[in-house]
């Protein structure tokens, strides 16, 4: 809280997408409610994928990280904890988010809980595991905030975070299957829409968990403590190992289409059929 | 070397692409020692300090610090050793008491946050931000941490640079405290005063070599740096006549003063006192000023510290 960037970009700026989504886009429809909370969500939770990254390359810059050298903590544990702390300022944003939808926007329900609850944390972790890596490929500041800035408009606008998948060219729907954000989104409407619990969420979860394990390693491989320690060239194509569950899950959802009809059939449920009932009424 | 030494360094090399940075560096330091490296700036000094604290990964030589490899003893080196760095911070937002409650909470030995903000005159600063501290308080507040977990040796680098004279002295006042707790103590400094006041032996370190060990007082008899002899006489003497007195290399007239350059003090002492009861004149006043390390470093290298 003693950090204003902080905390517009986890608390502020994740509430006013849900202003803008559920009293813009969803256009006083209530049951549309659900299915833009779930792309609130999934915003709020990529969000730790930019924040620790920035984080942890200014530390570099400014020698924090070399003080935390000569004590007896490890890269492991400096990373493991960053996660941590991250993951915990992530959940109170996630609570008001649900509290505003169903308070102000009249969400009915909650969706599945369990559901969200594990997407949220197997996500979260995932995300800012994918900023540790972005961390240690990069130098300075202004490399990691263009890596940063290319890979989240990538995850903003083609993983149905911000437009729905659907109403997405064909094409594009393809290259999604191949996102991270794209099954974090997924997963979360299907929890706030279909109450799928986390049972039936393995594919999803499967890949965060993988995703977050390997970058995790990754980045306490090439962790620098010194700003003056650059990045080996190598450690650029470890990095990209950290995707390889998205590309397998991609090649297999891209064969049998589970996650395009499970996204076509939610939001013709919640958006499209509800506003056409609009429509027609006099 | 000695058994009873605290920090062992031999033939210590470092280098940083073409450039030898540390070039064969040797030295111990005894327990309880405070254990100056004095040298200009890109003198390789950094370099072997952080070598010792394990922060960077030596190219030759051997060392040990209470008997531990800082490359190879991981955690239980880390616990022996406390270290104020030269180019370090705090996230701007923590607290004072939080770092110091931070630091100490990752070793299994560790002081009161209490007692260290007492110690180093924190305890109104205690829930001040890092971003709200002066230079000086940010360098007690690194001191206090380089001390939270009670460490065996203490590696201080530049710890009293950039900072105004003021806040110096109050610096090697607490670092004299922990002299006196008889700690041991390895300094970097490009300050004299520093090294002369605080450190019971200095190695002067130049382009990565050491090229004089010792304590400052044999470091000076040691060395061939002149003494300066000022004295005024009640009469006005001859240059030539006091340029003959023996030991005296040279002999300038300042302002009613006589400077006589000596190598040998007390024989030019004697010898000016004959030669003036000789001439029925008086001798009003006389000091002596002895070479300082500055002296001494420039009749090494022919360069002054801070060239």
Not at chain 2, 280 to 301: G, H, Q
Request: charged content about 20%; proline content about 4%.
């Amino acid at each position: 809280m003693r950090n204003r960037a902080f905390l517009f970009f986890s608390l502020i700026m994740p509430i006013a997408f849900l202003f803008i989504y559920a009293g813009i886009f969803g256009k006083g429809n209530r049951q549309a409610v659900p299915y833009l909370l779930a792309e609130v969500l999934a915003l709020t939770v990529m969000g730790s994928f930019w924040g620790l990254s920035v984080q942890l390359v200014t530390f570099r810059e400014q020698g924090i990280l070399r003080r935390f050298r000569i004590t007896p903590v490890g890269a492991s544990a400096m990373l493991a904890s960053s996660l941590l702390s991250n993951y915990i300022l992530t959940l109170p944003t996630i609570v008001i988010e649900f509290f505003l939808a169903r308070w102000i926007f009249h969400m009915t329900g909650l969706g599945n809980l369990a559901g969200v609850f594990v997407l949220v944390t197997a996500g979260t972790i995932s995300f800012a595991s994918l900023g540790l890596i972005v961390a240690s490929v990069t130098n300075t500041m202004q490399e990691t905030q263009i890596i940063n800035q290319i890979i989240w408009f990538v995850f903003l606008f083609l993983s149905g975070a911000t437009i729905p998948l659907p109403l997405l060219p064909k094409m594009v729907q393809t290259f999604s299957l191949y996102l991270p954000a794209t099954y974090l989104v997924s997963g979360l409407q299907r929890s706030m829409i279909d109450l799928v619990g986390p049972a039936s969420l393995g594919a999803e979860l499967t890949s965060m968990v993988g995703c977050a394990l390997i970058a995790f390693l990754i980045s306490a491989q090439l962790f620098r403590w010194d700003a003056e320690a650059k990045v080996p060239r190598r450690a650029k194509i470890w990095a990209i190992s950290a995707i390889i569950p998205f590309l397998l899950l991609g090649a297999w959802e891209t064969a049998n289409g589970r996650l395009r009809s499970h996204s076509l059939k939610d939001f013709n449920q919640t958006v499209e059929e509800p506003s056409r009932l609009q429509l027609r009424q006099p | 070397m000695p058994s009873t030494a605290a920090i062992e360094v031999e033939n210590l090399v470092k280098r940083y692409g073409n450039v030898e940075a540390v070039r064969g560096v040797s030295f111990s330091v005894n327990e309880g020692e405070v254990f100056g490296l004095l040298g200009p700036n890109g003198a390789g000094k950094t370099s072997t300090v952080e070598m010792l604290e394990g922060m960077r990964v030596p190219d030759g030589g051997r060392l040990s610090v209470c008997g531990l490899d800082p490359q190879r003893s991981g955690g239980e080196f880390k616990n022996v050793i406390g270290a104020s760095l030269q180019a370090t911070a705090l996230p701007d937002k923590m607290r004072v008491r939080e770092a110091l409650d931070l630091f100490g909470s990752f070793y299994p030995r560790r002081k009161s946050t209490a007692e260290l903000l007492k110690r180093f005159g924190l305890e109104e600063k205690r829930n001040a931000f890092y971003s709200q501290l002066s230079g000086g308080q940010k360098q007690r507040l690194a001191l206090a941490m380089a001390l939270v977990n009670d460490p065996r040796a203490i590696f201080l680098d530049e710890p009293t640079a950039g900072l105004d004279p003021q806040v110096r002295r109050e610096i090697y006042d607490v670092i004299e405290e922990l002299k006196k707790e008889k700690k041991t103590i390895l300094i970097t400094t490009h300050y004299i005063e520093e090294a002369e006041r605080l450190c019971d032996r200095v190695a002067i370190v130049d382009h990565g070599k050491v090229i004089a060990i010792g304590t400052p007082r044999e470091l000076k008899e040691r060395s061939g740096a002149v003494t300066r002899i000022t004295v005024r006489l009640a009469q006005p003497e001859n240059n030539g006549a006091l340029n003959t007195l023996e030991g005296v290399t040279e002999c300038r007239a300042e302002t009613g003063e006589y400077l006589l350059y000596s190598t040998k003090v007390p024989r030019t002492i004697v010898a000016l006192v004959k030669h003036l009861e000789e001439k029925n004149n008086e001798l009003v006043s006389l000091e002596i000023s002895a070479p300082s390390l500055e002296d001494i470093f420039l009749e090494l290298t022919g360069r002054r510290l801070r060239d």
